[in-house]
Nanobody, 112 residues
Framework: QLQASGGGLVQPGGSLRLSCAASGSIFSINVMGWYRQAPGKQRELVAGITSGGSTNYADSVKGRFTISRDNAKNTVYLQMNSLKPEDTAVYYC????????WGQGTQVTVSS
């Protein structure tokens, strides 16, 4: 039901914009979020956004990542700037708490 896209290989300091398209309406989902999982690590929440547009971020991405949502398009975005090698991970979207089956995610690799 949730399809993340927009990942890729980028150099340190670069930017990417991730998109998460929902097959159904997300209008009624109060809080949507972006999560990531690096190799050998647990999945972690990096950003969340309420239906009213309030946002929250993990300390590790604060000031560099921006989450947004377009309820009319059933899409959640994650703008990632000033990327660091430690941002390398598979990125997923889901509700907070997670309500949907986890999709394949989108791979983000930050490397020179």
């Amino acid at each position: 039901q949730l399809q993340a896209s927009g990942g890729g290989l980028v150099q340190p300091g670069g930017s990417l914009r991730l998109s998460c398209a929902a097959s159904g309406s997300i209008f009624s989902i109060n809080v949507m979020g972006w999560y990531r999982q690096a190799p050998g690590k647990q999945r972690e929440l990096v950003a969340g956004i309420t239906s009213g547009g309030s946002t929250n971020y993990a300390d590790s991405v604060k000031g560099r990542f921006t989450i947004s949502r377009d309820n009319a398009k059933n899409t959640v975005y994650l703008q990632m700037n000033s990327l660091k090698p430690e941002d390398t991970a598979v990125y997923y979207c889901n509700a907070i708490p997670a309500l949907f089956k986890w999709g394949q995610g989108t791979q983000v690799t930050v490397s020179s």
